[in-house]
């Protein structure tokens, strides 16, 4: 009975709400008349057809490698550093917290502000114009915000660690090397396996801080999987079948890869 009013919310905004995009997938409609032709895999074919699709999928794949890496080293030594005991440290624990409040499409166009400033002063072209420059904003822009969140987590797994297994190392004659490879990282596994999720799954997703920093500007080169899949949709009439199509790919190659990177970071916390 507990259960009910949560059940039927959560299939009332999620179960229902994909069985019925999974099967616009199969028709040809312009997302605003009760008209459906059903038009069987078409859509699918046109989402394997689309270059531009797989371009998006290939920058989507990049960025998500480099910023998983980035924001989960930083947010690890971050951590360390603050549970060491040094002056400050809950000061500068909620300092590299807040950015993680502050909303995407907010993140984007500070950014854009920001960046674009800095690049002009150099004389080099503006950030909306290179893609490059636009790849590397949203690493920094992307890095910026979840690094303080991750953060966090380890710091909660660090402080989990028992006291003793480090007082038992110490007096073993373990340095601090030592003690962070045989003993630390071990310990936060299971930590590490909920930021990589997290990273990696927010990486694949990234959309708002996209379209407010680039909006895939120059020529579509910056754009990431999920504002490809947002300009189908929108941008392109009588390609909503292929935008949902696109979507249903994109939901099992982010569902896939999650769940793979979660069996091998949970084996290891089996090992240890």
Same mark, same amino acid.
């Given at each position: 009975?507990?259960?009910?009013?949560?059940?039927?919310?959560?299939?009332?905004?999620?179960?229902?709400?994909?069985?019925?995009?999974?099967?616009?997938?199969?028709?040809?409609?312009?997302?605003?008349?009760?008209?459906?032709?059903?038009?069987?895999?078409?859509?699918?074919?046109?989402?394997?057809?689309?270059?531009?699709?797989?371009?998006?999928?290939?920058?989507?794949?990049?960025?998500?490698?480099?910023?998983?890496?980035?924001?989960?080293?930083?947010?690890?030594?971050?951590?360390?550093?603050?549970?060491?005991?040094?002056?400050?440290?809950?000061?500068?624990?909620?300092?590299?917290?807040?950015?993680?409040?502050?909303?995407?499409?907010?993140?984007?166009?500070?950014?854009?502000?920001?960046?674009?400033?800095?690049?002009?002063?150099?004389?080099?072209?503006?950030?909306?114009?290179?893609?490059?420059?636009?790849?590397?904003?949203?690493?920094?822009?992307?890095?910026?915000?979840? !690094?303080?969140?991750?953060?966090?987590?380890? @710091? #909660?797994? /660090? $402080? *989990?660690?028992?006291?003793?297994?480090? %007082?038992?190392? =110490?007096?073993?004659?373990?340095?601090?090397?030592?003690?962070?490879?045989?003993?630390?990282?071990?310990?936060?596994?299971?930590?590490?396996?909920?930021?990589?999720?997290?990273?990696?799954?927010?990486?694949?997703?990234?959309?708002?801080?996209?379209?407010?920093?680039?909006?895939?500007?120059?020529?579509?080169?910056?754009?990431?999987?999920?504002?490809?899949?947002?300009?189908?949709?929108?941008?392109?009439?009588?390609?909503?079948?292929?935008?949902?199509?696109?979507?249903? !790919?994109?939901?099992?190659?982010?569902?896939? @890869? #999650?769940? /793979? $990177? *979660?069996?091998?970071?949970?084996?290891? %916390?089996?090992? =240890?």
């Amino acid at each position: 009975m507990f259960a009910g009013i949560s059940t039927v919310l959560f299939a009332a905004v999620v179960i229902i709400p994909f069985i019925y995009g999974l099967y616009l997938t199969f028709t040809s409609w312009d997302g605003i008349s009760k008209d459906k032709q059903f038009v069987g895999f078409a859509n699918y074919i046109a989402t394997f057809k689309d270059i531009a699709y797989w371009q998006a999928l290939g920058r989507t794949v990049i960025y998500s490698v480099i910023s998983v890496v980035l924001v989960n080293v930083v947010a690890f030594f971050l951590a360390y550093l603050l549970t060491s005991g040094i002056k400050g440290q809950n000061f500068f624990r909620a300092g590299f917290f807040i950015p993680n409040l502050i909303g995407g499409i907010v993140l984007g166009y500070i950014w854009q502000t920001l960046l674009n400033g800095l690049l002009s002063k150099w004389g080099q072209p503006l950030l909306a114009l290179s893609a490059k420059n636009g790849f590397i904003g949203m690493l920094i822009l992307l890095c910026w915000q979840q !690094i303080g969140y991750m953060m966090i987590i380890y @710091i #909660a797994g /660090i $402080q *989990n660690i028992p006291g003793e297994l480090i %007082e038992a190392a =110490q007096i073993d004659g373990a340095n601090k090397g030592q003690l962070l490879k045989n003993v630390i990282i071990p310990m936060v596994m299971p930590s590490i396996t909920i930021c990589t999720f997290l990273t990696l799954t927010n990486s694949f997703k990234l959309f708002d801080q996209n379209l407010a920093l680039t909006n895939g500007e120059p020529s579509n080169m910056s754009e990431m999987l999920a504002l490809n899949i947002y300009n189908t949709f929108y941008g392109r009439t009588g390609w909503e079948g292929v935008g949902q199509a696109k979507a249903v !790919i994109f939901f099992i190659l982010v569902g896939a @890869i #999650a769940m /793979i $990177q *979660n069996r091998l970071t949970r084996s290891k %916390e089996v090992q =240890q």
